[in-house]
């Protein structure tokens, strides 16, 4: 087919793999709900070739589908049959640290944990942190808009990018990648892409601003006997606490099976709410605030970590990723509302999905300081089994609590039928205006979003 063949001109032998040289890895991201292989898979090295190779497709129509690290859990980079797969993973490596500005520009498809270590050795902190660190790509986490773990100190990826480059799809390249903090020149189209999920444009590469290596970091797991203290611990922290950088929170049969799963002791009892305390401060600071807490009823115990090796523990429950192989099929929703009602939402949320699925696993977890819940859930009739009626319960309450349906993961595939919940018509058909204006023949990611 003559498309194929001018892309393989274009790209080489390595660059365009067709037929049965796509890589199985090419179906599916992490939700696993990927079913076909693309026509092709595109493996541009650098911006030029993403930008011609979008040229070519975008000349006779063919639709095209940006792939990362296929980390993510919406279903945002999962091809169809005839779609044609564009990686960046080729596209790697960091350009330059600016010391004086503390900024890093680098390729989209660099690793998170690689910008993380370059980061480091420069004496700078990467501000974005998430489990996927050692898969998922920069420029997955811009089209995602990548919460994490340090949300609560650093924001969200889009807080962290201070000039970005995208190719829209019929090739043309937009190149913003300034280094300054403040930039009022018109649409800020930064924000446009981030969280885009792959349908406005293909991002190539970024600058992301860099935080100062925190000189110390102390980690607590708190035992908390009630929601209520949970949120009064949250906001004493928020005001007492210098260099608050984690506030994350199991609930009781997340902590007790994810503690179970690591094989560790951690308190006696599991506590109806364990949470993970973290600041760039010395542990000395962080044990008069926990006595603080204790004194005022609020913490009924606490382990500082003594050692690196102690935090991660705290870290590995809490990250969980044990539960994956535990209980196939697990569905993982993340969504947010204002902080007050996340336990109010945990209730009925539980109660709704036992009354409809008698034995599954429903348990939450989160990143309690950015409002932002996650749920797991594990249906005894056997992996995504009746997933849909899972998210019409949850989501459901979620509308009726004015939350949102993703706090951080996206819309993709999964949650289109859902977005309507957390987004009015309105504000649906500006992103459809803007979607066509930017991709008018719609070939970037159909289908994703909206
Ligand atoms: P992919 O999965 O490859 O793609 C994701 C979306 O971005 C797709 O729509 C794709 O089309 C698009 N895309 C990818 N690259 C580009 C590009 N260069 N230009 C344009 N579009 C592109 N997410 C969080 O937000 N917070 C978390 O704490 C978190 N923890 C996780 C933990 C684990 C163990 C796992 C498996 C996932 C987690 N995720 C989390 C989800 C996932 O890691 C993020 O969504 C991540 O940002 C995806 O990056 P990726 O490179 O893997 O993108
Ligand atoms: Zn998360």
């Given at each position: 087919m003559a498309l194929l063949d001018d892309l393989a001109a274009l790209l080489g032998p390595q660059g365009c793999l067709a037929g049965d040289r796509v890589p199985e890895a090419a179906r599916s991201d992490m939700s696993r709900s990927g079913r076909a292989l693309p026509r092709a898979l595109l493996r541009p090295a650098t911006v030029e070739e993403v930008s011609r190779a979008l040229a070519l497709c975008h000349a006779v129509g063919q639709t095209v589908v940006p792939q990362g690290?296929?980390?993510?859990?919406?279903?945002?980079a999962n091809p169809r049959a005839d779609d044609v797969a564009l990686s960046?993973?080729?596209?790697?490596?960091?350009?330059?640290?600016d010391r004086e500005a503390a900024t890093m520009t680098l390729k989209a498809g660099t690793v998170l944990q690689t910008a993380q270590e370059a980061a480091a050795e420069a004496?700078?902190?990467?501000p974005v942190d998430l489990g996927a660190r050692g898969s998922c790509t920069v420029g997955g986490n811009i089209a995602t808009n990548a919460g994490g773990l340090r949300v609560i100190r650093d924001g969200m990826t889009r807080d962290n990018i201070l000039g970005l480059e995208v190719a829209l799809a019929d090739g043309t390249v937009l190149t913003s990648l300034g280094k300054t903090v403040k930039n009022n020149t018109g649409y800020d189209l930064r924000h446009l892409f981030a969280g885009s999920e792959g349908t406005l444009g293909v991002v190539t590469r970024a600058v992301f601003r860099l935080r100062p290596l925190p000189r110390a970091r102390a980690t607590a797991l708190c035992a908390l006997a009630s929601y209520a203290d949970v949120l009064a611990l949250l906001a004493k922290a928020r005001v007492d606490?210098?260099?608050?950088s984690a506030f994350e929170a199991m609930w009781r049969d997340y902590f007790a099976l994810n503690r179970a799963l690591a094989g560790l002791r951690l308190f006696a009892e599991a506590p109806a709410f364990a949470v993970i305390l973290e600041a760039q401060t010395d542990a000395e600071v962080l044990q008069v605030f926990l006595e603080g807490a204790y004194g005022a009823g609020l913490v009924a115990d606490a382990l500082v970590a003594q050692t690196e090796a102690e935090a991660r523990d705290f870290w590995t429950v809490r990250e969980g990723h044990a539960m994956d192989t535990h209980l196939p099929g697990l569905i993982n929703l993340d969504v947010s509302m204002p902080v007050g009602r996340l336990d109010d939402f945990a209730r009925a949320c539980r109660e709704a999905l036992l009354a409809r699925f008698p034995g599954a696993h429903v348990s939450f977890f989160g990143h309690v300081g950015d409002s932002n819940l996650h749920v797991a859930v594990a249906l005894p009739?056997?992996?995504?089994?009746g997933a849909h009626a899972v998210d019409a319960i949850a989501y459901g309450l979620v509308r009726d609590l004015g939350g949102s349906v993703s706090a951080e993961h996206g819309i993709g595939t999964l949650k289109r039928d859902w977005l309507g919940h957390s987004r009015s018509p309105a504000e649906i058909a500006a992103m459809r205006a803007i979607k066509s204006a930017l991709d008018p023949e719609g070939i970037l990611n159909p289908g994703k979003v909206l």
């Open positions: 690290g296929m980390t993510g859990l919406a279903g945002g960046l993973q080729r596209l790697t490596g960091i350009e330059e640290i004496g700078f902190l990467f606490l210098p260099g608050l009739g056997g992996p995504r089994d």
